[in-house]
């Protein structure tokens, strides 16, 4: 079972470069996120989708865009790479959210970015 | 202001000790969950808590949700090198309810 499914594994961007982070999960589930994770701080919230075509700000979406174009798809787009990107970055999808009291959050790998 | 204090922030221990660590809040939540995190690993859901009071195992991992729903703990006991990572507490909050994380308590269990 693949589960949830991040690409790149690993990149390195020059300041002022865009790239597109990938998530896939295959378990039909409505609601996936997209945190970053730095020493010290924890997992933040960057952007979140409760379904497919709908996008919500998280606690620090500044210089990131996302698209929830498919439902099994969440996108986090950087469109000018600043070295405060740097970090490792987690996509994550749960079944559901809201007020439901079970929802189990299924992570990816991470991406490791590093910004130059 | 944190929603979840977890402490402590970090923590190094022997094989076969006893530790606890805690998530606290000054807020009331309808659950909790305690994720665990492995080096270059993303989380793993271990337990979701959901009645005050409550008490769940895990082999040797004893998760506890306070009576008044603001806290938990975890209890591990003769902790084992494997048992070494970032230890997560989670709710779900936000105006849609999106998972919201503590900062973690990072453990490492020497042998």
């Known amino acids: 079972n693949a589960g949830v499914t991040q690409t790149p594994k690993f990149r390195v961007l020059k300041t002022g470069q865009s790239m597109t982070l990938l998530c896939a999960q295959d378990m039909n589930h409505e609601y996936m996120y997209w945190y970053r994770q730095d020493p010290g701080m924890g997992l933040r919230l960057i952007h979140y989708s409760v379904g497919e075509g709908t996008t919500a700000k998280g606690e620090v979406p500044d210089g990131y865009n996302v698209s929830r174009l498919k439902k099994q798809n969440f996108l986090l787009g950087l469109e000018s790479a600043a070295p405060s990107q740097t970090s490792v970055y987690f996509c994550a999808s749960s079944y559901s959210g809201g007020t439901e009291r079970y929802t189990e959050a299924f992570f990816g790998q991470g991406t490791r970015l590093t910004v130059v | 202001t944190q929603l979840l204090e977890q402490s402590p922030q970090f923590l190094s221990i022997q094989e076969g000790e006893n530790l606890t660590v805690y998530c606290n809040s000054s807020s009331v939540f309808s659950s909790l969950q305690w994720y665990r995190q492995e080096p270059g690993e993303g989380p793993v859901l271990l337990v979701t808590?959901?009645?005050?009071?409550e008490v769940k195992k895990l082999k040797r991992l004893t998760f506890q949700f306070g009576d008044a729903r603001k806290d938990s703990s975890l209890h591990i006991t003769a902790a084992q090198p494997g048992d070494t990572g970032l230890y997560l507490c989670a709710i779900l909050g936000g105006s849609q309810g999106n998972l919201i994380f503590g900062k973690g308590t990072k453990l490492s269990v020497k042998p």
């Open positions: 808590v959901v009645t005050g009071g």
